[in-house]
C-alpha cells in the first residue's frame, strides 16, 4: 500500500502538484509502526486529482476527498484546505482550498498534522508534532477548546488516541476535555460507538475507561458506569470492593485479544447491580435478578448505541447467563452439555474467569468446566449430538401433536447426551413404553 500511495504523490508532482503523506500514517511511519492505511494531501484541486486519475471516486468532493484506486489499494486523496465555521460540532460549512501550512493548522492533534514527502523522505512538521512524538504527548493543534468545538468527536478521538498509543494528555487539551465533555452528547450514536469500540478492544481499555471516566465523557456516552461507583458488595465474596472496582479489575485482566461481546459483557455484567441493591434480614447485601434485569439493561445500552444484533445478542446471553455459572457442578449431564455447546460459551467461561479472579479468587466452577471439557471430548462425539428421533417418527406412533411430542423430544436428547440411549430404536422402545 504504501508504494501504491508513494506512486499517487509521484504522479501528482510529475502534473506539477504539491503532494505528500499526511496523518495516521505519517506520526506511524516515525513510530516505527507500519500504518493500516496511508493518506495523500495535495494542492491539486479535486477535479485535477479526477483527471489524472479516471477511475477515481470523489467520495467527498465538497470537502476536496477523492479515492484513487491503485489495483488492490484505496488511497484516500485530500486537497489542501481551510475549513470554514463548524455550526454541528461536527463538519465545517464550507472549505476553502489552501495550502499545505494551514491545512496542518485544521487538524485535531498535532501528532497527526504532520506530512512526509516519499519521494525526498522529508517530514514537514507546522505544528510541532514531531516534538510531541518524541514527548509521548497528544496536544491539540492551536487552541483546544476550538478544536472540540469544531468537532464534538475530537473528545472521544483522544482518549483513543491516548489509549492505543499510550501517550499523556497535555493538560490544556485535558482541560478543555473536562470542560467540554457533555457536548460529545451531539455525536450520533454510531460515532461514539466505534470509539468506544476501539477504546475497549485495545489491550490498554484500563486507561481508556480511566480517562472515560476521568474526563467526564463516561457521564456523557455510558451514565449507567458511573451508578456503579459507591454500590457496595458483600465483603465476604467481593474484597475488592464497590462494583465499579469490580469491573474496573476484571477490565484489567482480560488478554490484550478478546472479542466485542467479552469485552462489552465484562463492562455491563453487573450493570444492574445498583438497581437490585438491597439488604436482607440477616445484614447481607443481596442482587436478586441483576443478571436477568442487567440483560435487558445491556440490551438497551447496546441498542441505544446502536450496536448490530451479532454483537447485541451474545452480549445480553453473557449478560444474563453469567450467575449460571454458580450452579454447574449439581447441573444434570444432559444440561450441562447443551450449556457448554452453545456459541457464547467460550466467551462467557472467560467472563466467568476473569469475575472470579477479580473478587474471591476462586475458580472451582471454572476448573470443573474445564475438566469436563477434557471429559466429554473423551467421548469423540459432538457435546449434542443429532437427535435420535424427529417430532413426525414420534406423532406416527401414536403421540397426538401437540406440547407432549416436545417434551417426549427433550426427555429422549436428556437420555441420548447421559449416555442411556444410543439408537434410534433404543429411543423407539423407550416412547412405546413411556406412552403405553
Not at 460507538?193 to 486507561?207: A, G, S, T, W
Request: proline share 6%; glycine share 6%.
Amino acid at each position: 500500500m504504501r508504494n501504491a500511495a508513494a506512486n499517487v504523490v509521484s504522479t501528482l508532482v510529475k502534473a506539477g502538484h504539491e503532494a505528500v503523506f499526511a496523518g495516521g500514517c505519517v506520526r506511524d511511519m516515525l513510530r516505527g509502526v507500519d500504518p493500516k492505511d496511508y493518506d495523500v494531501a495535495t494542492s491539486a484541486r479535486p477535479a485535477q486529482v479526477q483527471a489524472l486519475f479516471p477511475h477515481s471516486i470523489p467520495v467527498g468532493a465538497h470537502f476536496g476527498v477523492i479515492i484513487v484506486r491503485k489495483g488492490p489499494h484505496q488511497i484516500e486523496v485530500a486537497t489542501f484546505r481551510r475549513d470554514g465555521t463548524y455550526t454541528d460540532g461536527r463538519r465545517p460549512d464550507s472549505v476553502e482550498f489552501t495550502s499545505a501550512v494551514e491545512d496542518a493548522k485544521r487538524r485535531d492533534f498535532t501528532v497527526n498534522g504532520l506530512f512526509y514527502n516519499p519521494l525526498t523522505e522529508e517530514v514537514l512538521d507546522y505544528v510541532g508534532g514531531r516534538a510531541d512524538l518524541e514527548r509521548k504527548l497528544l496536544r491539540a493543534i492551536g487552541d483546544a477548546r476550538s478544536r472540540f468545538r469544531e468537532d464534538h468527536l475530537r473528545l472521544l478521538r483522544a482518549v483513543r488516541f491516548a489509549t492505543v498509543l499510550g501517550y499523556e494528555i497535555d493538560a490544556d487539551t485535558w482541560s478543555a476535555m473536562r470542560d467540554l465533555a457533555p457536548e460529545v452528547a451531539s455525536v450520533s450514536a454510531e460515532r461514539i460507538r466505534e470509539e468506544l469500540v476501539k477504546i475497549f478492544l485495545h489491550p490498554n481499555r484500563v486507561r481508556g475507561f480511566d480517562l472515560l471516566v476521568d474526563s467526564g465523557l463516561m457521564k456523557a456516552v455510558l451514565p449507567e458506569i458511573l451508578a456503579l461507583q459507591g454500590c457496595e458488595q458483600p465483603p465476604q465474596w467481593h474484597p475488592e470492593g464497590d462494583v465499579f472496582k469490580h469491573t474496573r479489575i476484571m477490565l484489567g485482566l482480560l488478554p490484550a485479544k478478546v472479542s466485542l461481546p467479552l469485552v462489552l459483557s465484562v463492562l455491563l455484567h453487573d450493570i444492574a447491580k445498583p438497581a437490585t441493591y438491597e439488604v436482607d434480614e440477616t445484614g447481607r447485601i443481596r442482587f436478586n435478578g441483576h443478571d436477568k434485569q442487567g440483560a435487558e439493561m445491556t440490551e438497551e445500552i447496546l441498542r441505544r448505541l446502536k450496536f448490530p444484533n451479532d454483537v447485541i445478542h451474545p452480549t445480553v446471553e453473557a449478560v444474563a447467563n453469567h450467575m449460571m455459572f454458580k450452579d454447574v457442578q449439581k447441573m444434570r449431564v444432559s444440561k450441562l452439555k447443551r450449556f457448554m455447546a452453545r456459541p457464547t460459551y467460550e466467551d462467557e467461561m472467560e467472563l466467568h474467569r476473569v469475575d472470579c479472579m477479580s473478587s474471591n479468587g476462586l475458580t472451582e466452577n471454572y476448573d470443573f468446566l474445564r475438566a469436563k471439557e477434557a471429559e466429554f471430548a473423551a467421548e469423540l462425539r459432538p457435546l449434542v449430538p443429532a437427535p435420535l428421533i424427529n417430532g413426525h417418527e414420534i406423532m406416527a406412533m401414536g403421540v397426538p401433536a401437540g406440547p407432549r411430542v416436545g417434551e417426549l423430544l427433550r426427555m429422549v436428547q436428556d437420555l441420548q447426551l447421559e449416555g442411556s440411549l444410543k439408537t434410534a430404536e433404543e429411543a423407539r422402545e423407550w416412547i412405546r413404553a413411556k406412552t403405553l
